[in-house]
């Protein structure tokens, strides 16, 4: 398994993502970087891995790629959510520059799979609510309800992202209006539950990050976030300072916590960067002749609890992507199968049921076409992803750089691999032909660019 922070699959940029969460090695940008992993449950600060474009300055889109969507069509016209009505034109603004949310992300806004107990994502959050119910009766509060539109406030700058994070970016995160975005972590709600005077608490939302299309990789996803406050009494008699005391409840409770869902793993913690936790570490555990990537997880930045009313406390907070565990815990080969309503997905998972192997029905073969364009300077992965997955839908299960090179006249050109393939059915050559068609349109006229 790929470790959660790389190098953008491509060798093109050398962009990486990181918030810690992400379904699987992730391939855009986030909000974490990390040093070199050390030995097990030990803390270190080797040489780092490449920490590069995610601390670039932001880059707004440029237009014409801003708001980039398609045909796809939005299940509904209003949506629920924690009490929220959403309607479609609240969150799709097309003739507005500085919103870029497609269709087929509103159609996504109020699935809420975490919440369905026969869900694999649900069953996954029941047991994780299960190891704090057992090991702290009745003290985390829980919110699985909370509504994805937040502020730009919440999202970034109440956890400290800096102005110029690359997470910021429109190539990154979905932005309604130039103050409102769909949660890209539900470490946006931090600083209101703290404001609202809560100090222990698990929030589990779906999430929402541009990025590039492939097998562990889809742009709504499920994060679960833990924080619990300390006061000086509870580390007075330690011996430890807070952060010291903090730092090892937090890495006991995790490491209970990956056992409650792994069993008996070997376990080692590995030195990272969030902008808003010092230290900041990510849990890895060896699974499957693999070291796979947990959790994100450190003691909270001193100034987000002062400006939330708890100065003089410290406390810890952690987030995990749904997915990524899920696909190993019930060997889920595909993130988009999360989204299947077929029964023959749908009816493999029963309440309370954690670690029920996945049998796939049946493979269907994959189909590829290849696109060569030369491309421009506003040309990103993200843009190109989003037109695909409009026009092809969960159709498309991977978008690759295959052919990467500039001629002497500086032009440079890339030539795209589409793996087309159904989860529950063998699409036809027609089919498919006609997909490849309209993306060769759309990415023509949307991304402006030259196909060769
Ligand atoms: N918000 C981080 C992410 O999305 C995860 C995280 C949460 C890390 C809390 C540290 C503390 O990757």
């Not at 009505?85 to 097309?94: L, P, W």
């Not at 700058?157 to 994070?165: I, S």
């Not at 030539?415 to 990415?443: F, G, H, K, P």
């Amino acid at each position: 398994m790929r470790p959660l922070i790389r190098t953008a699959r491509c060798c093109l940029s050398a962009r990486v993502r990181a918030m810690a969460t992400l379904p699987m090695a992730p391939a855009a940008t986030a909000i974490s970087s990390s040093s070199s992993p050390t030995s097990p449950l030990s803390t270190s600060s080797l040489p780092h891995r490449l920490l590069l474009a995610r601390f670039l300055p932001a880059t707004p889109a440029p237009a014409g790629t801003r708001g980039l969507r398609t045909s796809a069509a939005a299940a509904a016209s209003a949506v629920e959510v924690g009490g929220v009505n959403i309607a479609r034109e609240d969150v799709v603004k097309e003739d507005d520059p500085t919103n870029n949310v497609p269709d087929t992300i509103f159609s996504k806004i109020g699935l809420q799979l975490h919440r369905r107990d026969n869900h694999p994502l649900g069953i996954l959050k029941n047991t994780i609510y299960d190891y704090f119910d057992k090991n702290f009766a009745g003290e985390f509060d829980k919110f699985d309800d909370l509504c994805p539109l937040v502020s730009v406030k919440q999202n970034f700058d109440d956890v400290l992202v800096p102005d110029d994070h690359v997470s910021r970016s429109y190539n990154d995160t979905y932005y309604v209006d130039g103050q409102t975005v769909l949660r890209c972590h539900t470490s946006a709600h931090q600083a209101e539950l703290l404001r609202d005077g809560r100090t222990h608490f698990l929030v589990t939302g779906d999430v929402y990050r541009r990025d590039s299309i492939d097998s562990t990789h889809y742009p709504v996803f499920h994060q679960m976030e833990g924080f619990r406050v300390f006061s000086p009494d509870d580390w007075s008699g330690s011996g430890m300072d807070g952060t010291a005391y903090a730092a090892a409840e937090l890495k006991k409770t995790l490491e209970g916590l990956a056992r409650h869902l792994f069993g008996a793993v070997e376990m080692r913690w590995v030195d990272t960067y969030f902008p808003f936790t010092n230290p900041s570490f990510e849990l890895e555990i060896y699974f499957q002749d693999d070291w796979l990537e947990v959790l994100g997880c450190g003691v909270t930045e001193q100034e987000i609890l002062k400006r939330n009313g708890r100065t003089d406390h410290v406390a810890w907070a952690f987030g995990l992507g749904l997915e990524r565990l899920a696909m190993v815990l019930f060997d889920i080969p595909d993130i988009r199968l999360f989204w299947s309503n077929d029964q023959r997905f749908t009816s493999q998972f029963s309440e309370g049921k954690l670690g029920v192997k996945f049998k796939p029905f049946s493979k269907f073969p994959p189909c590829y076409k290849d696109m060569s364009f030369w491309i421009n300077d506003a040309f990103t992965e993200n843009n190109l992803c989003e037109i695909v997955r409009g026009i092809a839908g969960d159709l498309v299960e991977e978008v690759k750089l295959i052919d990467n090179f500039t001629n002497k006249k500086g032009m440079t050109s890339h030539c795209y691999r589409i793996a087309y393939r159904s989860m529950e059915r063998s699409l036809t050559d027609e089919e498919i032909n006609d997909l490849q068609w309209n993306v060769r349109e759309a990415v023509k006229s949307k991304l402006k660019v030259e196909l060769r």
